[in-house]
């Protein structure tokens, strides 16, 4: 008997490959049958996109994604307000990388796998508060340093030709 046959909806995990123009997500059955793969744009229509695709088939239990700290962190975020539960799923070991070879797909099935199993439970940082805040200023700081640094190198460059 089917999911479907006794009104059950199926229970889909994803994981999410993570660029900075698109996202490539897989989704997998509870028993870890890959139902399919797609890429979608990286901004919020293609977020839209994605989720709807999820969707049809079935009802999402959680989404594993690398790189919500950067490139996926849009996404995340994005995921959370929209009520689903989200995972931050750390980059797949180099040896099992060689040894499935190296996609986008791949990469996101991987990713999905890791969220399955329960391997990948990481709470994706929030991205705001007081935290976000300190580490935006210590990048403003890094950022000043440096400009004062190559300024500074420039004059005495400057004052050392006359």
């Known amino acids: 008997m089917t ?13 999410v490959d993570t660029h900075r123009d ?3 997500v897989a989704a997998l059955d509870a028993t870890g049958r ?23 088939f079935g009802s999402i239990e959680r989404i ?15 995921l959370r307000a929209e009520g689903l ?3 931050e799923v750390g980059r797949p070991n180099r040896q099992a990388r060689r040894r499935h070879g190296k996609s986008d797909p791949a990469d996101a099935e991987a990713a999905a796998r890791a969220t399955l199993s329960g391997e990948a439970l990481g709470t994706p940082k929030s991205q705001d508060g007081a935290v976000e805040v300190i580490r935006i200023l210590r990048l403003q700081r890094r950022s000043a340093i440096g400009a ?5 190198n420039q004059l005495h460059a400057v004052l050392s030709m006359t």
């Open 64 to 78: 594993g994604i690398e790189g919500t700290g950067s490139y996926g962190a849009g996404l995340a975020r994005h």
């Open 3 to 15: 999911d479907a046959t006794r009104g059950e909806a199926r229970r889909i995990t994803a994981g």
């Open 85 to 87: 539960v989200v995972v």
């Open 34 to 56: 890959v139902l399919g793969s797609e890429t979608f744009a990286a901004k919020p229509e293609g977020y839209l996109g994605l989720i709807s695709w999820l969707r049809a």
């Open 148 to 152: 004062r640094t190559k300024a500074a």
């Open 22 to 24: 698109t996202h490539t």
